[in-house]
């Protein structure tokens, strides 16, 4: 079955600091959507990216989903506090609600 | 609108017992899928209900179970508990756009289940 793997599984960074998380498929996806978790909260969504090569940006947030739909990335700028979480990524088909969760990166920022 | 609801927020059982967890979803959201969460296996899907017909089964043993009322809301049973059914499980629900794509999952708190 499709498997989604993601890296790191944690990440430390000063407040000022980038962020990259990078997600990767043994199958080609469909869809990828991605999710921040805070602690003690559940997953909230942020995006969704459906074409190849597609990049989107959410003010510091960059998304990038590649060529060959197999692998995505976020990458925050200038991290603050409030971006404490984990941050998943998650494979999805071409039709229903089925998700295939990668296994999350969390993010802790020092002030 | 109301966001998607779960209850209970915590339960604890023990072994053998069985447990019914109940969501309700946005309103006009007709797909609920369910997913459980631990450390170590992280968010797995265990089902999606669509127009009170389960759509999609993950790889959960048949304790496992579901289903889907005419309101949209959902309740998931787990039979025979086990230490290790021990887990966040959260609910999301999605509004179907037929667009070709994964519909946006729109997470509940989750119910805190603990077997003893």
């Known amino acids: 079955g499709q498997q989604v793997m993601q890296i790191p599984q944690y990440q430390h960074v000063q407040e000022g600091e980038d962020f990259t998380t990078y997600c990767n498929s043994s199958?080609?996806?469909?869809?990828i959507q991605w999710y921040k978790q805070r602690p003690g909260g559940h997953p909230v969504f942020l995006i969704q990216?459906?074409?190849?090569?597609e990049v989107k940006k959410q003010k510091r947030l960059t998304f990038q989903f590649g060529e060959a739909k197999k692998n995505s990335s976020l990458h925050i700028t200038a991290t603050q506090t409030t971006d404490v979480g984990t941050y998943f990524c998650?494979?999805?088909?071409?039709?229903?609600?089925?998700?295939?969760f990668g296994e999350g990166t969390q993010l802790t920022v020092n002030p | 609108k109301a966001g998607v609801t779960q209850t209970p927020r915590y339960l604890i059982k023990t072994r053998g017992q069985q447990v019914t967890l109940s969501c309700s979803p946005i309103s006009g959201h007709r797909s609920v899928s369910w997913y459980q969460q631990t450390p170590g296996q992280g968010l797995q899907f265990l089902f999606e209900?669509?127009?009170?017909?389960?759509?999609n089964k993950g790889n959960f043993p048949g304790r496992f179970s579901g289903r889907q009322f005419s309101n949209s809301r959902s309740e998931m049973n787990v039979s025979t508990l086990e230490l290790g059914d021990s887990a966040l499980y959260l609910c999301?629900?999605?509004?179907?756009?037929?667009?070709?794509?994964?519909?946006?999952?729109?997470f509940g708190p989750g119910t805190r289940l603990t077997v003893l």
């Open positions: 999301a629900s999605s509004f179907v756009t037929g667009g070709g794509h994964t519909d946006t999952q729109y």
């Open positions: 990216l459906v074409k190849s090569g």
């Open positions: 998650a494979g999805g088909e071409t039709s229903g609600s089925r998700l295939t």
């Open positions: 199958t080609t996806l469909s869809n």
């Open positions: 209900y669509f127009s009170e017909t389960q759509r």
